[in-house]
């Protein structure tokens, strides 16, 4: 398959996989970011599409809206083999359904498991580093810092979803 045609049927698929995570508050913010924004935190799937194969790696994560962190770290569980794809239908739906199984059955999950700030702070397995813990704090305290959530909403995808 030519890199064109692999790179336009994995931007579809994604497209598609994201039409089944509307219902949970999920869409499509960049073309390989669905995220659900919170009040303190956004949940997201990162849809990694390999370089080397028609294939996708999908990473689960949750970002502090005021982490200063300059880039969206991958701290959640992700499958490494979530989808393969050909030029053919039915592999691509395929495709689609291995991965919005993967995002129902383990990513919304592990998301939900964290939907509290308080479980994010407290928990000694938070997927939360020092760092984001403290401008999680300073959310939870009233101290927002509009400099890092603006930047998280630019690396998110965020400011023109409507």
Avoid at 71 to 82: C, F, K, M, S, T
Avoid at 97 to 118: F, K, S, T
Avoid at 140 to 148: F, V, Y
Wanted: charged share 30%; hydrophobic share 40%.
């Amino acid at each position: 398959m030519q890199r064109p045609a692999e790179r336009n049927l994995a931007r579809r698929i994604v497209r598609l996989v994201c039409r089944e995570l509307a219902p949970e508050g999920f869409k499509l913010t960049k073309p390989t970011f669905a995220c659900r924004p919170g009040q303190f935190a956004t949940a997201f799937f990162h849809f990694h599409k390999f370089s080397f194969a028609p294939a996708f790696r999908i990473h689960v994560g949750i970002r502090v809206m005021s982490d200063p962190f300059e880039a969206i770290a991958l701290n959640g569980p992700w499958d490494e083999h979530a989808g393969r794809f050909s030029e053919h239908e039915e592999d691509i739906r395929a495709c689609v359904v291995a991965m919005v199984r993967y995002c129902y059955e383990q990513g919304l999950d592990w998301i939900d498991r964290w939907n509290d700030p308080w479980k994010l702070l407290r928990a000694p397995d938070s997927p939360l580093g020092a760092r984001e813990r403290d401008a999680l704090v300073d959310l939870l305290e009233g101290r927002p810092n509009q400099k890092w959530i603006s930047q998280s909403e630019r690396l998110l995808g965020l400011r023109d979803v409507h």
